[in-house]
């Protein structure tokens, strides 16, 4: 019986939805293969809007030794994962045994924590590129950067072209060419704004003053939540005074 190959998503608070739905499109086609929403426990995730929730089907620790890693970014929530311990160490531990880790837009950042950029050439997000500097990594602004079995994608809707790829070195190029058309994955954009390269000055200062604006909300939302959380917690009773 052929090997049924484990492909895991990563999904924590604040990620960025097509990040993870995009590959998830692709990926979920292949034949022999079953694509997991993995997150710290199983449950609901918001994410990075606020707007859209998605469901966990399983905790991380129920799959420790996935085949293919797939780890999408976020606003606020990609830097805080890259300083979740417990998350650097199931990335690391899974690398060591996985075909694929891989990374869209600012998932490379909990690559990069968990010491797999070390060294070598990743992309992300460009609003990202100078993070990449922490990790001993050299930003390039490419659409997808391979190393051996490492593969960063750019922002957002690159997480579509990396799935195609990964489609092909898991199955053949036939079987993703054919993935590729039952999506009906031929972009083309109304606008060439979509990399720094070819966006006009006035287009990345209105684009950085929108990610601004939604990384203020998304931050707003994390301090309503945490304060939400502990005014539900049970408060214990006054002692009397003595």
């Not at 890259?82 to 490379?108: E, F, I, N, P, Y």
């Not at 489609?167 to 590729?180: N, T, W």
């Amino acid at each position: 019986m052929a090997h049924m190959t484990q492909i895991a998503i990563l999904i924590y608070p604040g990620f960025t939805a097509l990040d993870a739905v995009g590959p998830y499109e692709v990926l979920s086609r292949l034949p022999n293969a079953r694509v997991t929403f993995v997150a710290r426990q199983p449950g609901l995730v918001h994410s990075d809007t606020g707007a859209l929730v998605m469901r966990a089907e399983a905790a991380i620790d129920e799959l420790p030794s996935p085949d293919v890693l797939v780890i999408p970014g976020g606003l606020l929530g990609s830097f805080a994962v890259a300083k979740d311990q417990k998350l650097v160490d199931w990335v690391r531990t899974a690398h060591q045994t996985a075909q694929w880790t891989t990374s869209v837009c600012t998932g490379a950042l909990l690559l990069g924590a968990a010491g797999l950029l070390d060294g070598h050439s990743a992309t992300t997000h460009w609003a990202a590129r100078d993070r990449m500097a922490r990790y001993e990594a050299t930003y390039v602004p490419e659409r997808l950067v391979r190393h051996g079995t490492v593969m960063t994608a750019a922002g957002v809707s690159a997480g579509i072209d990396m799935a195609l790829v990964l489609a092909a070195e898991l199955r053949g190029a036939p079987v993703a060419k054919a993935i590729q058309l039952l999506i009906e994955y031929a972009p083309q954009p109304p606008f060439t704004s979509g990399s720094l390269a070819t966006s006009q000055p006035e287009t990345v200062t209105l684009a950085t003053g929108l990610l601004r604006k939604a990384a203020i909300r998304d931050a707003s939302r994390r301090a309503w939540k945490t304060v939400r959380t502990a005014l539900s917690r049970p408060q214990p009773l006054p002692t009397e005074p003595q």
